[in-house]
């Protein structure tokens, strides 16, 4: 075993300069970055049935939309993190927005559904790059107890953007095109680098000096064998033996992975980090929250636009509770955690989330602004916590040399939770729809059709969809709108239960989360490396 290095959590040269000069503009300007990335990830859920109609996609091109672009994020954005940590936080952001911009724009003038998502997956790298150098930089800003002030205020910032998002989505996929809402990225990245380029100071390691990139390959093969298992599962079936071979595949190298973090001399991710019990069980509340959330709104665009038929103006501005309401709940949640504590805090918003999922499995096809409305909000006074709260306890217990790391475990943990929820969860949805269409086309009393047609009927139904008299010729319109009932009602129980699973999986982040213990404050507390 190679011998132990240990790294001090002294501010590297330049950090001190940064926390004294323009704390809250360092605030600002990496916000700007994020704001970017927030954006991108509201608006293409607006956009996703624009995209499907227009690039003839299907929902596993969809899910590959937001899956390939989640991948790339999971298996990159620790590695970024030690990049980060190695080359300069500021260096690093500053790449990852021009690269992000610049992606966005390719994606805006993409021609099928193949090379958009490529593109996606290129911008879910660039987009690696800034997330973990953004909290990095926000850490060496804000020392000790100031960063839960700084998360809160984050969480309003990234909030904000959030709810613009659908209504700027919205508007643009109505009144432009669906390539607006990428080529929106562009002016946004030009703001936050001439932004990043005039505040940002350069802050980096002091003690490390290279990158385990046997780390990075066994990293990155165990995120990319296991969620691409997961996704083509349902295509494969559970049992298949690839299904199995990939699942064995990143068990094995997870192992290995470990094995060989426990003995390299510069880890690419030190396991001493994991020794404060407060970043373990941080780092896996940061996967349930958004396994929960990730999988479950992927759906809900669905169902506002095709069952409820609303515009994607519309169907923005029924998101829009959710999004204003983190405006409010970001801060509010840095007050709470430090008057009541984490672990109370957290699981409280847990439990607040598993409210608003379960109101959310029992929404009807009718559903009105209001029955949406509330558990919206309750979702966001929900999650603020557990965003706040978690990614402090991450990225405020880390030394200041691993803070990039550290961020990128946070995200990594975020991002995987999202692309597994999505996974796990459109197959569940999907799987559902297609048990359920039989029994409500025979409760219609409707006439058989051939198997192809009802197979792509089902196939229309997961994205909420259903045929107009103008795809159905010379069938009456009182069969057209019946089946269009039957589509709409087995989207509905897909829905349902997918909702369902999430309020499980929020009872469990609850729990696991008054587990959470006080983590190390002191600016100055060493880890091993090795």
Do not use: C
Request: proline fraction near 5%; glycine fraction near 12%; avoid cysteine.
């Amino acid at each position: 075993m190679a011998d132990t290095k240990t790294v001090a959590s002294a501010p590297p040269p330049g950090t001190g300069e940064a926390k004294q000069r323009h704390p809250w503009l360092t605030l600002i300007a990496v916000s700007l970055g994020v704001i970017m990335v927030m954006l991108d990830g509201t608006v293409v859920g607006i956009a996703n049935p624009a995209i499907a109609q227009d690039l003839k996609a299907s929902l596993s091109d969809l899910q590959w939309v937001t899956s390939g672009y989640l991948l790339a994020l999971a298996v990159f954005l620790i590695t970024a993190g030690k990049l980060g940590d190695l080359f300069g936080h500021r260096l690093i952001f500053l790449i990852g927005v021009a690269g992000f911009a610049i992606t966005s724009l390719a994606i805006g003038l993409s021609s099928s559904i193949g090379m958009l998502i490529g593109l996606r997956v290129l911008q879910g790298l660039f987009g690696a790059l800034l997330q973990p150098a953004a909290l990095a930089l926000l850490r060496a800003a804000f020392p000790g107890e100031r960063l839960k002030m700084a998360m809160g205020a984050w969480g309003a910032i990234i909030g904000l953007s959030s709810a613009a998002g659908p209504i700027v989505g919205g508007l643009l996929v109505e009144h432009v095109s669906w390539q607006s809402v990428f080529f929106i990225n562009v002016p946004v990245g030009i703001v936050a680098l001439a932004m990043g380029l005039w505040v940002l100071t350069e802050s980096k390691a002091r003690t490390l000096s290279k990158i385990d990139w046997l780390g990075v390959v066994l990293l990155s093969g165990v995120m990319f064998s296991l969620v691409w298992a997961i996704i083509k599962a349902p295509e494969w079936g559970w049992g298949d033996a690839k299904t199995i071979g990939f699942l064995a595949a990143t068990v094995v190298m997870g192992a290995v992975f470990v094995w060989w973090q426990a003995r390299a001399s510069e880890p690419l991710l030190p396991l001493s980090l994991f020794g404060n019990a407060s970043v373990s069980i941080g780092t896996g509340l940061m996967m349930l929250v958004a396994f929960s959330m990730f999988g479950a709104m992927f759906f809900l665009t669905f169902f506002f636009q095709g069952v409820h038929g609303l515009t994607p103006l519309e169907s923005g501005l029924r998101m829009l509770p959710m999004s204003a309401g983190m405006i409010v709940a970001s801060p509010l949640a840095a007050v709470l955690l430090s008057k009541f504590g984490t672990k109370f805090t957290i699981a409280g918003g847990m439990l607040v989330t598993a409210t608003a999922m379960f109101l959310m499995s029992r929404l009807s096809l009718d559903a009105s602004f209001i029955d949406s409305a509330i558990p919206f909000v309750l979702l966001a006074f929900g999650l603020s916590p557990v965003f706040v709260g978690a990614t402090e306890i991450i990225v405020g217990n880390a030394p200041e040399d691993l803070s990039g790391v550290a961020g990128g475990v946070q995200q990594s943990a975020m991002q995987v939770g999202g692309a597994l929820g999505t996974a796990i969860l459109g197959a569940i949805v999907s799987a559902r729809v297609a048990d359920v269409y039989s029994g409500h086309w025979a409760e219609a009393k409707l006439p058989p059709l051939p198997p192809e047609q009802v197979a792509g009927l089902k196939e229309a139904a997961t994205f909420g969809g259903a045929p107009t008299a103008e795809q159905m010729p010379g069938v009456p319109e009182q069969i057209v709108q019946g089946i269009a009932n039957v589509s709409h009602l087995s989207f509905l129980d897909g829905m349902h239960l997918g909702f369902v699973v999430s309020t499980g999986v929020a009872v469990l982040a609850a729990v696991l989360a008054l587990f959470v213990k006080a983590g190390r404050k002191s600016e100055d507390a060493p880890i091993h490396m090795g």
